[in-house]
């Protein structure tokens, strides 16, 4: 078990030496991608509407929020290779995957906060204009995809 716990301290050591400045903010998206997912079970259950091919759904949506995250990285990894190449100093400069990251992070926090609401946990009246208006947004959007 030692052998285990060896090679993942190894391989979290190495994954966040290569990630640098990116490490917290993926492991804070990690985090929130799972509040999200188990926040919105607990919504579709409480509503009876609890559905596996949604989940799954979920679950491809945030596997493709990597996958952005990724393709953040290597446009700051050809940022950074170009920038060598014209003798300018950008080793460590993560803007398009930091950028990216957080986004995806305020995007899945907006879903926690709806979930919950949809839980009926009470929602501070600063925040309700913005669960309407992203609401109107999705019926909308789902009207769209009816027709």
């Not at 803007?95 to 609401?117: K, M, Q």
Request: hydrophobic share 50%; aromatic share 6%.
């Amino acid at each position: 078990m030692n052998n285990w716990k060896l090679l993942a301290a190894a391989v979290l050591a190495g994954v966040g030496a290569y990630l640098r400045q990116l490490a917290a903010p993926l492991c804070v998206l990690l985090g929130v991608m799972g509040l999200d997912y188990l926040s919105g079970i607990a919504a579709a259950w409480r509503t009876r509407t609890l559905d596996s091919q949604v989940g799954l759904t979920g679950i491809v949506k945030k596997v493709g929020y990597l996958l952005i995250v990724a393709v953040g990285m290597t446009a700051d990894y050809l940022i950074q290779l170009l920038g060598g190449r014209f003798g300018l100093p950008l080793e460590g400069v993560y803007y398009v995957g930091l950028t990216v990251t957080l986004w995806l992070i305020l995007n899945e926090c907006v879903s926690i906060l709806e979930n919950t609401a949809e839980l009926g946990a009470p929602v501070p009246p600063a925040l309700r204009p913005l669960l309407e208006r992203l609401r109107r947004h999705a019926e909308t959007a789902a009207g769209e995809k009816e027709e």
